[in-house]
C-alpha cells in the first residue's frame, strides 16, 4: 500500500520511473530547502518589521508592506534587508540605499 500525500492533487498521477521520481525528489528536496530557509528567517523578519513599527509608527499590518517594498525597491532579498536593519542595533550602519529606501517609502506610506 502507497501512504498517501497530501501535497499532490488527486488528479496527479504518481511517478512511475526512476527518472520521475529523481525529478520529484529532487524537486521535494528544494521546496525543503525553501521551507527551512523561511523558519530560520522569520524570528528576523519579526524583528524588522518590530523596528519598521517603531521607526515609521505603523502597525505590524502596516510594516510587512514596507518591509516588502524596501526589499524589492533594492533589489535585495527581504531576509538580507531584515539582517542590516536588525545590525543597527549593534551599532552597524545600514547601507545607504536600504536607508534611502526605507526614508522614501516610509515618508510616501505618511502620505497616504
Known amino acids: 500500500m502507497t501512504p498517501q500525500r497530501p501535497d499532490l492533487a ?3 498521477p504518481e ?6 521520481i529523481a525529478t520529484e525528489l529532487a524537486l521535494l528536496r528544494e521546496e525543503n530547502a525553501q521551507q527551512r530557509h523561511a523558519l530560520a528567517s522569520r524570528p528576523l523578519i519579526d ?3 518590530g523596528m519598521i513599527m517603531a521607526i515609521g509608527r505603523c502597525t505590524s499590518v502596516e510594516a ?3 518591509l516588502m517594498a524596501v526589499s524589492q525597491h533594492g533589489n535585495v532579498q527581504l531576509h538580507t534587508v531584515a539582517q542590516q536593519l536588525v545590525a543597527t542595533t549593534a551599532d552597524h550602519q545600514l547601507p545607504a540605499p536600504i536607508r534611502r529606501a526605507l526614508g522614501q517609502i516610509l515618508r510616501a506610506s505618511r502620505r497616504r
Request: hydrophobic share 25%; net charge negative; aromatic share 6%.
Open 10 to 12: 488527486a488528479d496527479q
Open 15 to 20: 511517478p512511475e520511473t526512476d527518472g520521475e
Open 47 to 49: 524583528q524588522a518589521r
Open 64 to 66: 510587512w508592506p514596507v
